[in-house]
């Protein structure tokens, strides 16, 4: 009985693995390779296999022109010839004639091209592109203390309450019965009895409750005027670093480009978020996404089901999150292209947030970043304590900067200054003058 | 004894409010010590004019739009030492059709530009530190669709989410100069991102690439014929006397 029962699944397992090869012998044959080699080349820009595109999509179109009786070979070579002669399946076309220029493939590569398109099936998502739960400790580390002041403060309502309801009793009772009543032992008095009695726990309490509230409350007070650690404003649009930059690894400069030439990094405009998701409607990690994107279709007037510009254009309110103070003079450039200090310096890894926030210096100083070098700093982020302290520990590469070769031809001349300057065989952005009041006040 | 108990209730709400606003809140900015000119009257980037803090409240422009496009056919100024070629407008227009596909505005629309861009060649020479300077931007720019290698296998291209055709640098330089200034297909005009200088810089990254002959750097001063005696005649494109006159 056993014997047999393995013997069936052998041969159940053989047929298996002989039609699988056949599947794979058949998929991966070479037209069918050649076919997408192809496709890439000629056709992808404008067309998809299963979407609209700039083009209309392609599977299926071999069956519609054969079904109309039409001459496809001709029209992929010369598409504005067919049109004019007003053949039916190219006037059926819903784009613009001539918007495909001829092609120049033969009719074995378009047949490749054609086999590869009927045959393709959309590939399966990503399954671990993004890692949702990054920084889950930073999110939400006050709450609890909220939630135990406002125990505190109904504890003490309800005492306090307790203690007026006590009261007016008292005094309907003197009324009623007109002579002094003698007061029961009050919950207060015998909270005080209790407290004279277990004196030492009382004080020991006491204090540590003192304590912490003058701990907490000073550490509070102290961030009034920082720069907040953690702000994170809502944004007009969900955007998601943790997805572009991240996932998709476009550099911080591509949208942020204007932070090699000019004072401010610059929020993207919409022509810019446009140069991808012209062609990207739909987000791949769902609907949310996809509404997401329809708010920047709408900001940039495109019309996704036309494809077309509308030119009703309408502003984005981004919200500012990096604000420095009016008067202090900062300029990107600087100090991304001249000092070549990382974004990640300031602003934190952003590959792992959503929207912009900011960052701490703790936070910045545990971060460990393959192939770069962060300065590690102690004061709050973004304070004037923490620029200059910069400013006097961080090397300054002077190599291959005309600006600092002028330095150091003056500096040769005085030989003591030179001297003080070099002592620690290190260029700080201090000894230039990166301490000088009006280097940012002015 | 009453009074007793109202010290200690308003002793609760202050507590309470002082500590409720301890609580992290994302969406707030947190406490200014004197508004502390966060908001400038000056003229600055990203600044809501109407959300300066003055004696006169300024509601009428609250909220309005303070990045705007320069006037059309405006000249940027790009420093006293910039070479003026490189600000002027690109001479070469973009079709009627890319008015809707690409929102390309200008003042006047060509539909042969695109093919007469072409016979454009590279006017800065493929000195090593434009190649240099090109690659940092192609980098940044463009491989996450066209890839390392130009072959539109990038990170974006194998997702396939844009795929850009694989053949695209075969194209003339001029073309490919014509079509990251309007935009091509599904990619859009990168004229804000690069300017031409920029634009040319990557140009020539992509011709090295595919075997252009990079001239070192201190052949810089010398004359074209020198510098062909030197690398060779080669090359293609950057070497024709066209490219070199005037450089």
């Avoid at chain 1, 949208?255 to 030439?261: D, M, Q, R, T």
């Avoid at chain 2, 980037?45 to 300066?52: C, I, K, Q």
Wanted: glycine content about 8%; charged content about 20%.
């Amino acid at each position: 009985m056993n014997l047999f029962l393995l013997k069936k699944l052998k041969t159940k397992d053989l047929t298996l693995g002989l039609s699988f090869l056949f599947f794979m012998l058949i998929s991966f044959s070479s037209t069918a390779q050649d076919g997408k080699a192809l496709f890439k080349q000629n056709c992808a820009a404008c067309h998809k296999p299963l979407k609209d595109g700039t083009g209309p999509a392609l599977q299926g179109a071999k069956a519609k022109w054969e079904a109309a009786g039409d001459d496809i070979y001709a029209w992929v070579n010369n598409p504005q010839a067919q049109y004019d002669a007003g053949v039916e399946s190219a006037l059926a076309i819903q784009y613009q004639p001539g918007g495909m220029a001829g092609i120049g493939v033969s009719k074995e590569e378009i047949d490749a091209i054609l086999k590869y398109v009927d045959e393709y099936t959309a590939p399966l998502p990503p399954v671990t592109a993004i890692n949702t739960t990054a920084n889950p400790g930073t999110e939400q580390n006050n709450s609890w203390l909220m939630w135990l002041i406002i125990g505190g403060i109904l504890a003490m309502l309800i005492v306090a309450l307790w203690g007026v309801r006590k009261q007016l009793y008292y005094a309907v009772k003197e009324k009623e019965e007109g002579k002094e009543v003698e007061e029961e032992e009050s919950f207060g008095s015998e909270v005080k009895s209790w407290m004279g009695r277990n004196l030492k726990l009382v004080s020991v309490l006491g204090f540590v409750i003192t304590g912490t509230l003058v701990y907490y409350g000073a550490e509070e007070l102290y961030k009034v005027g920082l720069v907040p650690e953690g702000y994170n404003p809502e944004q007009p649009i969900a955007f998601s670093h943790k997805i572009h930059a991240g996932a998709n690894e476009i550099d911080c400069q591509y949208c942020h480009n204007s932070v090699s030439k000019s004072k401010s990094a610059g929020i993207p405009t919409v022509n810019v978020c446009m140069n991808c998701h012209k062609a990207i409607g739909e987000a791949t990690s769902g609907e949310k996404g996809t509404a997401e994107i329809a708010k920047i279709h709408k900001a940039a007037g495109w019309d996704p089901d036309k494809r077309q510009y509308t030119g009703k254009t309408e502003p984005i309110r981004w919200v500012k999150v990096h604000n420095m103070p009016d008067h202090v003079y900062f300029n990107h450039s600087q100090h991304v292209t001249v000092g070549e200090i990382e974004c990640e310096n300031c602003h934190g890894d952003v590959k792992t947030y959503t929207t912009g926030k900011i960052s701490g210096t703790e936070t910045i100083n545990n971060l460990e970043l393959e192939g770069k070098k962060l300065v590690k700093l102690s004061r709050p982020l973004l304070t004037m304590g923490w620029c200059i302290e910069c400013h006097a520990t961080a090397d300054v590469s002077t190599k291959g900067n005309k600006y600092y070769d002028e330095i150091h031809d003056r500096l040769k001349k005085d030989k003591e200054l030179y001297k003080s300057v070099m002592e620690d065989g290190k260029v700080k952005v201090k000894e230039f003058g990166g301490w000088e009041c009006s280097k940012c006040h002015y | 004894m009453n009074i007793n108990y109202i010290h200690k209730i308003a002793a609760g709400i202050a507590l309470t409010v002082v500590f409720s606003s301890c609580v992290k809140n994302e969406n707030s900015f947190g406490y200014e010590y004197m508004p502390d000119m966060y908001r400038s009257p000056a003229q600055e980037a990203y600044v809501d004019y109407g959300e300066v803090r003055s004696w006169k409240s300024n509601d009428s422009i609250k909220n309005t739009q303070s990045a705007k496009l320069p006037p059309m056919g405006t000249i940027p100024f790009q420093g006293a030492n910039a070479d003026p070629a490189y600000s002027m407008p690109y001479k070469r227009l973009p079709s009627k059709a890319m008015i809707v596909t690409h929102s390309a505005m200008s003042l006047e629309y060509s539909d042969e530009d695109y093919d007469a861009s072409a016979l454009d060649v590279n006017p800065m020479r493929m000195f090593e530190s434009n190649v240099e300077h090109g690659k940092q931007l192609y980098t940044t720019f463009c491989d996450h669709c066209h890839g390392e290698k130009g072959a539109g296998d990038g990170i974006i291209a194998e997702k396939g989410l844009i795929v850009p055709p694989s053949n695209a640098f075969t194209k003339a330089e001029g073309q490919m100069f014509y079509s990251i200034t309007y935009g091509k297909g599904d990619m859009g005009s990168h004229a804000s991102q690069l300017n031409q200088k920029e634009r040319w810089q990557v140009i020539s990254y992509i011709k090295s690439m595919s075997g252009g002959v990079v001239i070192p750097d201190a052949l810089k001063t010398l004359e074209m014929e020198k510098v062909t005696d030197i690398i060779g005649t080669g090359s293609t494109v950057e070497l024709l006397p066209e490219t070199l006159a005037g450089h």
